[in-house]
């Protein structure tokens, strides 16, 4: 099945500075990678998902690349904010609807923005 | 509109026990996945229903089951409770698409 690293498992930067967290997943098959958020005592929230047909996708100050050939896609978050504060999750999956296997998680990120 | 919602948000069990989560997907997805989240953890799947029926399987034991309703709800289903299934259970509602929109999660604690 898929397996998802995900690095590095806490990251530090100053407000304003920033941040990238970077994952590496093993199935050539997988075509979906979506990047959650998860404050504390709440469920992941999207943020951003890119498709293997693209090489990158940006919303605002976040955005993801993907490089199949390497088998690895990032996030990078610009002029980090303290409400980045959380713990982020990336994910791949393949087909629709999740595909059959669902999503195949890395063991998150804890992003601090100090002030 | 609602997002997906999930009852009860915390539980406390004992060791043997069986539980019974549900969940409630957004207003016209029919495809819901559940998800266990260990402290510290990234989510772990466990099934995915699609029209009523089963999809996907993650690697668990057949004491987890679960169902979907006509309405698209769900039940996640856990029966001899050991310990280690302490955990966050997540439920994922989609669309006709890949996306997949997590609920807050019911934290079950098994003494």
């Known amino acids: 099945g898929e397996n998802v690293e995900q690095h590095p498992s806490t990251l530090s930067v100053q407000e304003g500075d920033s941040a990238v967290i970077k994952c590496t997943y093993s199935?050539?098959?997988?075509?979906?990678f979506p990047w959650y958020k998860q404050e504390l005592g709440k469920g992941p929230q999207l943020i951003i998902d890119?498709?293997?047909n693209v090489g990158e996708k940006k919303d605002q100050r976040i955005a993801v690349t993907l490089n199949k050939t390497a088998k690895h896609f990032s996030l990078h978050i610009t002029e980090t904010q303290p409400e980045d504060s959380a713990v982020y999750f990336c994910a791949a999956s393949w087909g629709s609807g999740g595909g059959a296997d669902g999503l195949t998680f890395g063991k998150g990120t804890h992003l601090i923005i100090q002030p | 509109d609602a997002g997906v919602t999930q009852s009860p948000t915390h539980l406390i069990k004992t060791r043997g026990q069986h539980v019974t989560l549900r969940c409630s997907p957004i207003s016209g997805h029919k495809s819901v996945s559940w998800y266990q989240q260990v402290l510290g953890q990234g989510p772990q799947f466990i099934f995915q229903?699609?029209?009523?029926?089963?999809?996907g399987r993650g690697n668990f034991p057949d004491r987890f089951s679960a169902r979907q309703f006509p309405n698209y709800s769900s039940e996640l289903n856990v029966n001899a409770l050991l310990l280690g299934d302490s955990a966050l259970y997540l439920c994922?509602?989609?669309?006709?698409?890949?996306?997949?929109?997590f609920g807050p999660g019911t934290r079950l604690l098994v003494l």
């Open positions: 890119i498709r293997s």
């Open positions: 199935d050539s098959a997988s075509n979906y």
């Open positions: 229903y699609y029209e009523k029926e089963e999809r």
């Open positions: 994922a509602s989609s669309g006709r698409g890949e996306t997949q929109y």
